[in-house]
């Protein structure tokens, strides 16, 4: 994906903004909303809105259908037509962003001001106005976006290790994709096959370097023209809130979960360093990054079978299941599906299934990280996904269609109210949905045969879902700290580097697996960088999931410990989610998390009650441990 811009048929993407409707700006920017009205009307705004709402959707039509191409099909031409589309969009929305302050002055009624809000801070990545700034600009977030969906590692050591498709012992040249260099992450406990892979995968980030910080520069500048500090004041200031509280709400958020993370931290610190010696993994301190089974050390999943509290007890190996069951990619999309149906709402519509893109190709290039798309927000919905037939892919395709259920829910609000309540919203839905696949649930649909319930099991259970849930608050939240620091000029780019891994220790206690110079770009490694996706999101989402869940299971009438609860068929709690998809952004997202939850706060208490016992034998565990680092 490129360009951050307008784009709100495509999730995954830089999408738009929200905010409380009658200041119609966030209050950092209440001393500068421009008084002056030239004599605009209230009609006036009425009429700009219609237009703005038929041009974008024009507009990002278009713009989709040549950037679903690129991303299917990278090649020089692709990149340069994606550049061009996305160029126009970026002229059009600094524009029209321009033209919609002469609106602030006004009484404008609630679904008007809220319009002008969301207009506002809608640049994900804002152009100057200079023709040639903006087409430099859109030129470099089509490469770096190339650059990582081709990123490529060859290196002899690698001949052997999980050979690409199409590749065997005689053909292998050692190269290797990100898909191929992940699969060594995951399972192998080599120690330096571990490292080589991963330095690998991060040697690729290299040559954006300096293609950043011009994509920095350019941007900051575009964000400046239209009346914001740096990039950064706009991403922070689409949540409703001023940004400062925002972001204090983020830290309050994090001083609540912050103690489950450094427990499983020290849990896991203690059995790597057992199994890899404490001259690789020392007992006390940070642990180093490439050892959690994942490229970012994000989710620990891939782990899970180490570090299984109880062996045997219950939690049943799904991707073993899954292969013996003989699933391909389309059932587990279906299987998916089947979640949002059996909670009332419609099935995917049949193009969603003769155009979506569900496997890499063997014979080109495509960006491969998930999303899920509405194509010119016409119902024409779609995902993109290297799927491989395991449980890290089926959790994936809920997130995604979750994402597809919200565009099919708000369709008919205007434009620019077809977003989530706030991007958090939107990345929250499937991994809501993602909770309860619950072993109950996997016996119902045949996935298991029996189930087992046990005190144990339900560690195990928890277990498996804290790796996933909690290893990932800290990087949630530590991927826009950086860039909110590199926007603001707060770190110069010959520290890009060193504030990564500032960061990366201090907030997950992870050091790189040699050191790192700023001849490296490690940020580059990670799509969301290049790809100028936001990330607070992620972290929103991964607190708001629970208190859906909690909320949600609560109209279900469920009984008993949160983590064993399932809404699947629960058609009372369906509708209290459509009710909050239909919304989308067209009221700030207290309304809509009122809509599913009655509370109008996000709140850790949910996630915190749900791995309760867990957080109990973890520190049971842990005692004797230095925890922390
Ligand atoms: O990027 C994604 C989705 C697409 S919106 C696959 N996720 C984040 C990531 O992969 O880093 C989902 C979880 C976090
Ligand atoms: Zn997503």
């Known amino acids: 994906m490129a360009l951050a811009m307008l784009l709100p048929g495509f999730a995954c993407a830089p999408a738009l903004p929200a905010e409380s409707p009658p200041p119609p700006v966030s209050a950092e920017l209440n001393d500068q909303i421009l008084e002056d009205t030239g004599g605009a009307t209230v009609e006036d705004a009425r009429a700009f809105f219609k237009a703005v709402d038929r041009e974008l959707r024009e507009l990002i039509g278009e713009t989709e259908r040549v950037m679903w191409v690129k991303n299917t099909y990278i090649t020089h031409d692709t990149e340069i037509l994606e550049a061009r589309a996305n160029e126009q969009v970026m002229e059009y929305s600094a524009r029209r962003i321009k033209e919609a302050r002469r609106f602030e002055g006004l009484d404008l009624p609630e679904d008007l001001a809220r319009q002008l809000y969301l207009l506002r801070y809608s640049a994900g990545l804002p152009a100057p106005d200079d023709a040639e700034k903006r087409s430099e600009l859109a030129s470099l977030a089509s490469k770096m976006d190339g650059l990582y969906g081709k990123g490529s590692y060859c290196s002899p050591k690698l001949k052997g290790h999980a050979l690409p498709a199409g590749k065997n012992k005689a053909n292998d040249d050692g190269c290797r994709s990100l898909m191929e260099l992940s699969k060594i992450i995951a399972e192998s406990r080599d120690y330096d096959l571990l490292k080589e892979a991963w330095e690998g995968w991060h040697s690729i980030a290299r040559p954006m370097r300096p293609m950043y910080q011009r994509f920095v520069e350019l941007a900051n500048a575009g964000s400046r023209e239209l009346g914001f500090e740096d990039l950064g004041q706009i991403w922070k200031g689409r949540y409703d809130l001023p940004s400062e509280e925002f972001v204090a709400e983020m830290d309050r958020l994090f001083v609540q979960v912050k103690p489950l993370y450094e427990q499983l931290h020290c849990y896991m610190r203690s059995r790597l360093s057992a199994r890899y010696g404490a001259d690789k993994v020392p007992a006390t301190g940070p642990m180093p990054a490439h050892v959690l089974g994942n490229m970012w050390a994000q989710e620990w999943t891939n782990l899970y079978k180490e570090v299984e509290p109880f062996p045997g007890k219950g939690q049943p190996d799904l991707t073993k299941q899954m292969v013996k069951k003989g699933y391909d990619h389309i059932q587990m999309v279906k299987l998916a599906e089947g979640f949002f149906t059996s909670l009332g709402m419609k099935p995917l519509p049949q193009t969603f299934w003769e155009r979506s ?75 809501t949905l993602a909770l309860s696949v619950t072993p109950a649930y996997l016996k119902e649909v045949g996935l298991i045969d029996a189930v087992q ?177």
């Not at 991927?479 to 603001?488: A, E, G, L």
């Not at 607070?536 to 909320?551: K, M, S």
């Open 357 to 431: 893109l569900f496997l890499k190709p063997a014979d080109r290039d495509v960006v491969c990280h998930a999303s899920a798309w509405d194509v010119g927000m016409s119902g024409d919905l779609r995902i993109k996904m290297c799927i491989k037939v395991d449980y890290e892919d089926l959790v994936t395709i809920h997130h995604e269609l979750g994402h597809n259920y919200y565009f099919m829910y708000y369709h008919d609000q205007p434009t620019l109210f077809q977003q989530g309540a706030n991007d958090g919203f939107h990345e929250g839905i499937g991994d």
């Open 453 to 629: 319930t046990s005190p144990e099991a339900d560690i195990n259970l928890l277990m498996s879902r804290a790796l996933e849930g909690i290893a990932f608050l800290p990087f949630g939240k530590m991927i826009d700290q950086w860039r909110w620091d590199v926007f603001s000029g707060k770190v110069p780019p010959e520290k890009y580097n060193e504030h990564w891994w500032k960061l990366r220790r201090e907030f997950q206690g992870l050091v790189p697996p040699s050191p790192r110079g700023e001849a490296e770009f490690d940020p580059g490694a990670k799509y969301h960088i290049p790809g100028n996706v936001p990330y607070i999101r992620y972290y929103i989402a991964r607190i708001l999931q629970y208190q859906f869940l909690r909320a949600l299971c609560r109209t279900a009438g469920h009984q008993g410990p949160l983590h064993q609860c399932s809404i699947y068929g629960n058609k009372a709690a369906g509708e209290k989610m459509m009710a909050m998809l239909k919304l989308g952004a067209s009221k700030p997202w207290p309304e809509a998390l009122a809509a599913i939850s009655g509370e109008t706060k996000m709140d850790a208490t949910a996630i915190i009650d749900y791995y309760a016992p867990l957080m109990t034998w973890l520190k049971e565990k842990n005692q004797g441990q230095q925890c922390g680092w």
